[in-house]
């Protein structure tokens, strides 16, 4: 199995900055993509930014410009630097990768168990 452990939510004033960590472990054999998805308050779960293993990135709308994904391949974990935050980034970010567990498996997909942002207006 893979866990992956979210850290570095907390309250911050708009235009602040957070930046959010995530680190996986467990029986990894590799991780193919990483990536962050956030769910606020009577919302649908929303892809925020995703980065491959070789570096590609994508970011939603609302966030390009403003957020940062980046991943330590040798730590297998990923980062989300968040700037100028607005009140409407407010949700539980959670964690997200797809990787297999041996070198013969199928990949699968795992997430962590979420770290609060909350952004005060």
């Known amino acids: 199995q893979v866990q992956l452990v979210e850290s570095g939510g907390g309250l911050v004033r708009a235009g602040g900055s957070l930046r959010l960590s995530c680190t996986a472990s467990?029986?990894?054999?590799?991780?193919?993509?990483m990536g962050w998805d956030r769910q606020a308050p009577g919302k649908r779960r929303e892809a925020v930014a995703g980065i491959t293993s070789g570096g590609n990135t994508h970011y939603a709308d609302s966030v390009k410009g403003r957020f940062t994904i980046s991943r330590d391949n040798a730590k297998n974990t990923v980062y989300l630097e968040m700037n100028s935050l607005k009140a409407e980034d407010t949700a539980l970010y959670y964690c997200n990768a797809r990787g297999s567990e041996t070198m013969t498996s199928g990949p699968k997909d795992y997430w962590g168990q979420g770290t609060q942002v909350t952004v005060s207006s």
């Open positions: 467990g029986s990894i054999f590799s991780i193919e993509t």
